[in-house]
C-alpha cells in the first residue's frame, strides 16, 4: 500500500514506497558518465529523481509503471529531488505487498465520473426545449466514454481525471441559479451552452484513459476545440433539424466564449445567455487555479507566481 | 393619469399627457428668433421637444416639473423629437386630472427599496463572523437613508432609482450559490465582500432622491469610490476592532474589484474570495445592461451599439 | 445621356443631369417646414441635396429610382449639397431622353464579370491536385450566379459590382508570380486559397444584384464569413472526399487570414501557403483603397484622412 | 581593513579579504557530494562562490555574518565565480585585523542620512502653508528613525541604506527650480507632495538597518504604498484640521504619482502640482537607474540590458 | 483702442470692439439664404459670430483684418457666439480711433522675443565644448529671423507668437538645473540638446509672422521634424567637424526625444542626457497646456477635457 | 572532404570529420577541472561540444578555424552535444585530405553573389526615370564588394552570406509582377525603392567577409539603418540633383517601410509604391524563416516555436 505521497515528502527524508514513472531516460553527466534521470509521480504532484549508478534492468522502465524506490530526498536549486539508491517495477502478479490502487497515482477530479455525468444527463433530460433536450442528450451519450477520463485542458486548470464532467457539472450548478436571479435569460439555451461549449477538447485534446494529456492534435493546433465546436454544432444541428436561429445562437454561443478575440472568440457575446455562458466559464477556471494554488501554499502565506492568474501570487489567510 | 410612455411614442402620433422636464432652456434658432428647447422624460425614457414659438409662461417651466403637452411626434436626424404646439405645467392642488403617480415618471429599479434593503440585511444579519456581521449592519444601517434611493451609477447600469440596492441584493443571490458551489470559500467574505465593495459611490455620485445622479463629487473625481471605499474601510476597521488580516483582506476586496489597473483598480484580487466578488459585479453590469437594450429591441433585431458593452450591438431572439 | 458625375461637380455650377435615389426621406426643417432630402449618385460618387418645398410627386420617389433634377451646388459644412428647384422620375418608355446606360450610376469594377470568372475560372481548371481542382470548379459553378455582381464587402475596400471577382482575380495574379519566386510553395494550396477564402462574403452580406450592400446577414453578424467559410469548406471536403490533412489546412487557411486575433482570425497561419495568402489579402485591398483615394485627391495633395488606411491622409504625387 | 571590492574583481585573481555574507547554504551537487554554496558582497556589489569540500565550523556561517576568505575568481557562465579555499568568521574583538568599517559592506546613498534629513526638514520648516508644514515636520519627525536607513525600493532604483532620503532630497532640489520656471506652481503643495509621496514605503518594504529590503510586507502586498499613503494622509488631514480640498488634493498627489494605472495610480494627475510631482519622480528614479549603470560599464561601450529601463542597453561616452 | 476680450464675453452681452478675422466665408442657411459666418480672435481666444444679412462690403473682407463690430453675444451649442448686426474694417490711416495695438490681436508668448533669445544665446555662449558652442551659436544665428515668431506647434503646446523660443527658454532654465542635481549629467550635451531638439519645427510647420500656422509643409508630412532634425544634425556635424561619437549621440538625442515609438522616435533615449531632453520637453508641454487650461477655468471648477492631456479634465483650486 | 554536416547528426553517432570553429574557450567544470568548450559548425548549422581533458595544443585553437574531431553525439537537456575526444586544426598545406571547400563551412544565400548582382544592376540600368537609375546604378557600384558578402540582418531572416542582395533580388521579382497587376504604381519608385531600402545594413551591422555578424555599429545602435539610410539617400539626392518631391518621397519610402513605430518606422507609408515596399519586405522576410524552419522539421510535423514568427510553431505537411 502507498503510504507517502509527493505533497508529503520534506528534505532529508529518507523513503521506500511506490510511484509512478512520470518519464525517464538515461542521460549522460558532465563528467560523461551515465545516470538515470526520471520524474514519478502519484496523484498529488511530481518530483525528479536521479540515479547515478545505472543498472541493466533500469534501462527497462517507461512511462506509466508502477515502481517502487529507496532514496534520500535532497533539494537542488530550491527543488525537492530524490537521490535514488535502488528502483525496481511492482510485480503485483507475484508479490502482494505490490497491489496497489490505482487511483492513488492519478491526479482526479474530487468526485465520481458516472455521478457527475449522472448530474449532468440529468440536466439535459429536463430542459424544456425539445431540440435542446434531444441535442444534449445525444452528445453526452455519443461521448460517454471520453467524458469518463477527459481532462479539460492539456495542463493548467481542470487537466486531470474526468475534468471536463467536473468543470461542465460546476458552470451548471451555478448557471441554474443564474437563470434564477435573471429571469429574463433562457434557460435551456444557457445550461445547453454549458454542455456543448467545450465539447470538442474531446478532440482538441490527446489524453489517454488516466486522464493525462500528451498534447494537442493535428485539428487541434490548426483550427481548435472553439472552431471545431461550431461545426460539430453545425452538424448536429442540421441532423437534429433545428430552425436557423437556435442553429446560429448556439454556434455563436460556442463561437464567442472566451470572449476576447486574443483568446480565440472572433466574436464576443451578443445576447445574454452568451454573455453568462463566459462567466460561468471564467469563474470555474479561476475558482481551480486558486485552489489549487491554495492547497500547496501555507497559511498566512503567498503562493508561487501563478501563469494562468496573470502571475498573481495567491494569499491563503491564516484563518 | 399617466396613459402613454416615452418608449411607446411613434413618428407622427399626436399626443396629449404628462411627463417630466428633464432639461429645459430658452435657445436661439438658426434665423434669430427665439425657441423653447425641452428635454421630457418618465420612467421609460426621455425625448427631446422644441416649442417654435415661446410665451412667458414658458420661461417660468423648471427641472423636474410634471408638464402636460400637446404635441406631435417628429423624427430629426433618424431620432424622434415633440414638436410641441402646448405646454403647461400639472397643478394637482387645483386640478384632479393632474394627480400624478410620481412612480411613473422616475427610472427605478424594479424591486420596492425596503424590500431589498430586508434581504441585505438579513444576509448580514446572519453572517456568522461578528466581525463582519457587525460591520455589515453598520454600514448598512449608517447609511439606510441613501440606500433608499441612491443609483449604482451616474449613467450607464443601475443607474436608477435604489439601483445601489438592487445591484447589492443580485450580486448576494448569485453569491450564496457561488460559495455553495465553491466550498472552499469563506461564504461571510465574499458576502461582506458585495455589500462594502461600491457603499462609498453614494459618496462619488451626486443624487438627488429620485436616483437620478447630476454628476460627481470632488472627492468622487479626485480618488473615486474605490480609494474612497479602502479609507472607509479602514476607519471602520478601526472602530470595530478587527484584526489586521481581516481588515487588510476587506480592503483589499474593495480595492480589487474592478480587477484591472485601467478601470481602477491598482492591485487584481489576490485570494478567492476578492476574485469571486469581481465575478459577482461584473456579470450583474452585464446582465443589466443587456436587459436594458433588449427591452428596446425588437425581436429578431438587433439593438443600437452599446457603449458600455464594448459598443456591440445585442440581439433580441424571435422565440 | 448623362453628362455630368458626381466627381466632377464643383460649387456654383447649375446642373441639368439624371441621377440614381440611394436614399430619400421628406424631414421636418428647424422652423417646422416639411423638406426633401435625398441623397443622388452616380458611378463615381454621392452628393446629398435639399429640395425646400415638398411636392405631392416628389412624395412617390424611392431607393433606385433614376431621377432628372435641376439644381445648383453649394456647400454646407464644406461638404458639396444640391439645392434642388426640380425633380423628377425618368420615364424611358415615353421619352428617349430618359434612356440611360445603367452603368452610369453603379459603382464597378473596371473589368467585365464574366471576363474576370473566365480567368479565375481557367486558374482553377489548371490546378494539378485533382481535389483541389474540383473543389474550386465546383464552388465557382455553384456560385457563380452571385460573383456576377457581389462586391467584396459592404463599405470599404471592393464594395462595388462585381468586387469580389476583381479581389480574387488580382490576388491570383500577384499569387502565381509569389509561387515562381519562393519554390518551394504549393501552388495549388495557395491558388485554392485565394479562391476559397472571402467565397462567404456572399452569404455574411447583404447585397442586391448592382452590388451594393445592404447589410450583414444573421449568420453574418453572428458568426461571420471566416468561420462561415471553414463550415463551408469542411462540408465540401466531407463531399469531395479530401485526406483529412488537406481538409483541415484548407480549413486553416480560410481560418487564419485576416492574420491577427483582433481582425477575426483565432489562429495565425502556420504554413507558408496560408502566410502567403494573408498577404496577397492584404495587399490588394490596401491597393485598392489607395487607388480609389487617390481618384479624388489633387495632384501634389493629400486625400482625406482614410479610416480603413487607418486615418492616414495619402499623397499625390504631382508627377 | 578590506582592501578589494567586488566591482574590482577579475578573472584569476587571487583574492584574500573580507566580505559579508548574503547568503549561505550547503548543497548536493551532481555527484552527491555537498559543497558550499555562498553569495558574498560589499558596498560595490556581489558575488557568488563555491566551497568544495565542506567543513565542520562552515555549517555556523549565517547571513550578515563578515567572513576573510582565501579563494581564486574563475568564470562560469560567463560571470565571475569564487573558489573559495578557506572561509572563516572575522573576529574583531579577539583579532584587531579583523576590525571593519561596516561602511565598506553595505550599498549606500552617497550622501550622509542626517544630513539629507536635515536638508528635507529645512524645506519642511521653511513651506509657507501652516498645514502642510506642520504636515511635513510631523511626518519626517514620526518617521525619522527609519528614513535613516530605509532603501527607496526593495530592488531597482534606491534600493540602498537611506535611499528614500537621497530619492526625497533630489527630488525638492529640482523641485524648487520648476517652482521657479513655472510660477503658477503652489510651491508648498509640490515640495509637501515630494515629502510625502513615497512615505509609505516604510511600511510597504520590510527592510532592516543596513537599508537592505527582505520583502514586501503583508500590506504592502495587498494594497500597496500608494493607496497606504492615501489612508495615512487622510488620518493625518484630519488630525490637523485641514480642509476638504488641501485634504483631497493632497491625497490625489499621493494616489497619481505613479501616472498610468497599470504602474498603481488608478487616477492621473489633475492639476500641474501633481503633474509635476510624478515628473520628479521618475526622473530621479531613471537618473539613479542610469548612474548605476554606467558605473560598472566601459567607457564606449553599453551596459547589460536594464530590465528597469525597458531593457535599454545604456552608452558610456569614451569621453 | 480695444476693451473687451474674447475670454471675457458672457451671454446676453452688448459688445461694439474691435477684433482680427481668423476665417470668414458666405454660407447657405438651411432656408436657402446667404449669412456670413467668421470667426473672430484676439490675443485670448477666438469666438464664431453670423451675420444674418450679407452687404457688399461684408464680400471684401478676408483673414487677418482688424474688424469693428456691432453684436450681441449669444449661445448655441452651449457654446458663446455672436450675432453680428454690423462689421466693418478697421481704417488707423483715417481714423484715430481704429489705431490698434496688433499685439492685442495675437496669442503670444508671455515674454519678449529678443529677450529670450538673447537668454538662450547667452546660454549658447557659455557652453564649454566648443564644438557644441560654435553649433548652437550658428544655428541660433542661422534661425534667427524665424525664431522670433515660430511657434513651436501648429496646435496644443506654445502654438502662439515665439513660441518656439519661450519653450526652449523654459527647459533651458530647469535643464541648469538637473545638472546641478545630477552632477554625472555633461552639461554641455544636455543644454546643447534642448537648443537643437525642435529646431527643425521651422520647416516641419508652416507658419506667418505672427505666430499662427497654417499646417504641415510636404516634408513635414513625409518626414517629421524629428528625423528633419537628425539630416539637420548631420549636414551641421560635418560643416563644423565633429567627432564621430559627438555627432551621432547628437542626432540620437534629436532621435529620441518623444521616447515611445509611437509619439514618434524610433530610438528610446540611450544615454542620460538625452533621457533628460525628452523629461525637460514634456514637462513644459504638459506645464504649459495645464497652465492654459486653467486660464479659463473657475476657481473649485474643473476645465473641460482636454485631448493633449489624455482627456483629463483639470482642477483649479478655490485657492 | 567534409561527409557528415551538423544537420544530419544523430544520438550516439560516432564521428569523424571536419568542422569551423564558431566560438572556442576552456572552463572550469563544477569540480574545479577545466575542459574545451567549443561550438562548431558548418554551412547547416551549429553544436556545442566538450572536451574533459584539455591538451596545450587545445589552447591554440580559435574562431574559424577548420578542425578535425573525433567525437560521439550526446544528448544534454534535449539538445544534441558532441563529446570530443579528439580535436586538431586542419593542415591543408601539408595534408591533402585536409583541403577543405570553405562553401560547406558558411551558411549562404543559395545563389552566386555575383549572379544576383548581375540581376539586381539589370533591373537598376532598366529604370525609366533617369535620376533612380543614375542613383541605383550608383549605389550598387559604391556598395559592390560589402554586398557580395553581406547578410541582411545579424541573426533571423537573411542572416546568411550575401543574404542582403538574395533578400533584394527576391523583392524585385515579386516587385515587378505587382506593378503589372496594379497598373497605376510608378514602377521606378517601387523598385528604386527595393534597392534602396535596406542599404544601411551594410553599415548598420558589423560583419565580416563570409557573411556573418558580429554585432551592431554605434551608428547602428543609436540610430538605425532606417534613419541611416535616409541620411544617405539625402546626401545621394543633393548630390544627384533630386526635384525636392522625388528626394522626400524616397526619403519616406526607406523611412516608413517597417510600417509600424513600434519596428522603427515614425511613419507610415503615405503613398502605394510606399505601401508595396513594405509588403514585399514583410513577406520575403517571413518567407525566409518559414522557409528554414521547414528545412529542419519532419513532414507531418511541427516546427520549435519561432521567435521572428511571433512564436508560431510551423508545420510541414506530410506531403
Not at 511492482?90 to 455521478?115: H, L
Request: hydrophobic fraction near 40%; charge should be negative.
Amino acid at each position: 500500500m502507498k503510504e507517502l505521497f509527493v505533497k508529503d515528502l520534506k528534505k532529508d527524508m529518507e523513503i521506500v514506497d511506490f510511484f509512478m514513472v512520470k518519464s525517464i531516460s538515461v542521460k549522460t553527466g558532465s563528467t560523461g558518465k551515465p545516470y538515470l534521470d526520471v520524474t514519478l509521480g502519484d496523484m498529488t504532484g511530481e518530483i525528479n529523481g536521479k540515479k547515478w549508478d545505472v543498472g541493466a534492468s533500469d534501462h527497462l522502465l517507461k512511462e506509466k509503471d508502477i515502481v517502487k524506490i529507496i532514496a534520500v530526498v535532497t533539494e537542488f536549486n530550491s527543488q525537492l529531488q530524490l537521490k535514488i539508491q535502488r528502483i525496481r517495477k511492482a510485480v503485483p502478479e507475484s508479490n502482494p505487498d505490490d497491489v496497489m490502487d490505482m487511483k492513488d497515482f492519478v491526479k482526479a477530479a474530487p468526485e465520481v465520473p458516472i455521478a457527475m455525468y449522472g448530474y449532468i444527463m440529468e440536466v439535459a433530460l429536463n430542459l424544456k426545449d425539445e431540440d435542446l433536450r434531444r441535442l444534449c442528450v445525444k452528445v453526452l451519450e455519443d461521448n460517454r466514454e471520453k467524458l469518463m477520463y477527459y481532462p479539460a485542458a492539456s495542463k493548467n486548470h481542470h487537466a486531470e481525471l474526468a475534468g471536463l464532467l467536473y468543470h461542465m457539472k460546476r458552470m451548471l450548478m451555478n448557471g441554474e441559479r443564474v437563470c434564477e436571479v435573471y429571469t429574463n435569460l433562457n434557460r435551456d439555451l444557457v445550461l445547453a451552452g454549458v454542455i456543448m461549449h467545450d465539447m470538442q477538447k474531446i478532440f482538441e485534446i490527446d489524453a489517454d484513459t488516466d486522464g493525462m494529456a500528451s498534447g494537442y492534435s493535428f485539428e487541434g493546433q490548426l483550427l481548435g476545440h472553439i472552431v471545431m465546436g461550431v461545426k460539430y454544432m453545425d452538424s448536429l444541428a442540421l441532423e437534429l433539424g433545428f430552425s436557423q436561429e437556435k442553429r446560429i445562437m448556439m454556434e455563436h454561443m460556442i463561437l464567442s466564449h472566451h470572449y476576447e478575440p486574443e483568446y480565440g472568440s472572433p466574436k464576443r457575446p451578443l445576447f445574454p445567455e452568451a454573455e453568462v455562458l463566459h462567466y460561468l466559464d471564467i469563474l470555474d477556471a479561476r475558482m481551480y487555479d486558486m485552489e489549487e494554488a491554495l492547497k500547496i501554499t501555507e497559511p498566512g502565506g503567498f503562493s508561487d507566481r501563478i501563469w494562468t492568474l496573470d502571475n498573481r501570487r495567491i494569499y491563503n489567510p491564516e484563518k
